[in-house]
């Protein structure tokens, strides 16, 4: 991704700060930033359409790729040794992959856009530089996500979420 966007997908990223700021959900993603501070992290963040059905993450896959929900439902799969399935749903205002953003470990689910979903993405390469060059946005940023991480860790149906 190249390191501005035009300014029309900057612009776009305020939906995500609307669903943000606007989400009622135990996992809903605690990151208040002004709106220059948004404008900033938009640099960063790619977006990503989802038509329902489609895969987003595959569990097994080794990949550290954080997706901020804006618009949509998302279902969260996962298969464990006994090839019992668990589910979550995760919606706007959420995120997914933190886990594995965290962990480096692939991924603990699978997930399928439930619906026509909007999210934008932020891979490692991109919160690295992100860290560099505004460390006070990545630091508000790291700590919203650990706060959904420990969240769904401490609510045994939204484990499930943790990807």
């Not at 995500?16 to 709106?35: E, F, T």
């Amino acid at each position: 991704m190249n390191a501005s966007l035009p300014h029309t997908e900057r612009a776009d990223v305020m939906g995500l700060a609307q669903a943000m700021a606007h989400s009622n959900a135990l996992d809903a993603v605690p990151l208040n930033l002004d709106d220059a501070k948004w404008q900033t992290l938009a640099n960063y963040l790619q977006p990503v359409t989802l038509q329902q059905g489609q895969v987003l993450i595959e569990q097994g896959v080794k990949d550290r790729t954080v997706y901020f929900v804006e618009s949509g439902s998302l279902t969260v799969h996962y298969e464990d040794s006994r090839e019992r399935v668990r589910i979550a749903v995760v919606g706007a205002g959420s995120l997914l992959g933190e886990g594995a953003f965290f962990s480096h470990l692939p991924r603990s689910a699978t997930v399928h856009a439930g619906s026509a979903s909007r999210l934008w993405c932020l891979t490692p390469l991109r919160f690295r530089e992100l860290s560099t060059r505004y460390p006070e946005i990545a630091l508000e940023l790291t700590v919203a996500m650990s706060a959904v991480l420990a969240r769904r860790m401490y609510n045994k149906p939204k484990r499930v979420a943790v990807t």
